[in-house]
């Protein structure tokens, strides 16, 4: 693979392909203060805005944080919890409603406070054996209000969300995995080459059938399926209105009758 990359601080990207890595690296916690969740937005609005990318790759630069969430210090200088946080609210992702493309969350550490609601608020997780998630907020007078309260509980079973939150206790990437909210669990070492391999056969397929799919479940989700067909029919759903129409469904079948890849175009 051959990567473009910007060494911009506290946010790195590489493109590789049709995937985008974005690695917040900003030792030694990769805390995120306001700045942060700003270039960590502008990072995922690339990723939206540019044809050439499918899908998007998150994880934390160093051996020990994936992040330890809202930058405690920041917030101690001054920094307001309400502070500006840019598109894409807390951490870039949290509140980033217009993002049509699937986000992976390689979590290759400690995902303590909002860097667990960043991974939440991805589309998949591979975690390494190292990782450990935990909604620490509760423990010093505070709650996980940029996901985590709302996510959690809609990913895992109601009362071990609760404990999680409410205790605060920490949980290690097996036991999500037995839940189902964490894909895959792999040594650390095998970690990002893992989840370019996941990013590559999610890339493999039709752009606009990626984000049809993301923006269906993102509308229809905590629906009735009788409530969920309906918006499906009937509500504006940009995507999906143009997935049958497009040059990829042409191609698509077109490859498919000729037994060769596909050359996607996005449209």
């Known amino acids: 693979m051959t990567a473009k990359t910007s060494q911009d601080s506290p946010v790195r990207l ?25 270039a960590l937005g502008a990072a995922f609005q ?10 998007g790759i998150i994880t934390g630069g160093g051996p020990r944080f994936f992040s330890a969430g809202w930058d405690l210090k920041a917030a101690a200088e001054g920094e307001a919890p ?9 951490a870039g992702l949290t509140e980033y409603w217009g993002l049509t493309k699937p986000v992976i969350a390689a979590v ?11 991974a939440l608020a991805a589309d998949m997780i591979l975690a390494s054996e190292q990782a450990e998630f935990a909604l620490t907020e ?37 036991e999500l995995e037995r839940w189902g909210m964490v894909n895959k669990v792999v040594p650390a070492d095998q970690l990002m080459q893992e989840a370019h391999a996941l990013a590559e056969r999610v890339a493999a397929n039709a752009p606009l059938s990626l984000q049809a799919i993301k923006e ?5 989700e905590g629906m009735s399926e009788e409530q969920a067909f309906a918006t499906m029919r009937q509500s504006d759903l940009p995507a999906y209105r143009k997935v049958y129409d497009s040059q990829d469904a042409t191609e698509g079948l077109a490859a498919l009758a000729e037994k060769r890849a596909p050359n996607w175009k996005g449209e």
Request: hydrophobic letters at 45%; aromatic letters at 4%; charged letters at 20%.
């Open 14 to 38: 590489a493109a590789f392909g049709r995937v985008l890595e974005i690695t917040l690296d900003r030792p030694k916690a990769n805390a995120i203060d306001a700045a942060t969740s700003k």
């Open 46 to 55: 690339q990723l939206q805005n540019d044809a050439s990318l499918s899908v």
């Open 82 to 90: 309400d502070a500006d946080q840019g598109i894409g609210g807390f």
């Open 108 to 118: 290759n550490g400690l995902a303590l406070g909002g860097g667990f609601e960043l």
């Open 138 to 174: 509760a423990s010093i007078g505070l709650i996980a209000d940029s996901g985590g309260v709302i996510r959690l509980p809609r990913r895992l079973p109601r009362a071990v969300a609760m404990e999680m939150i409410m205790t605060a206790r920490s949980i290690t990437p097996q």
């Open 216 to 220: 269906i479940d993102r509308a229809t």
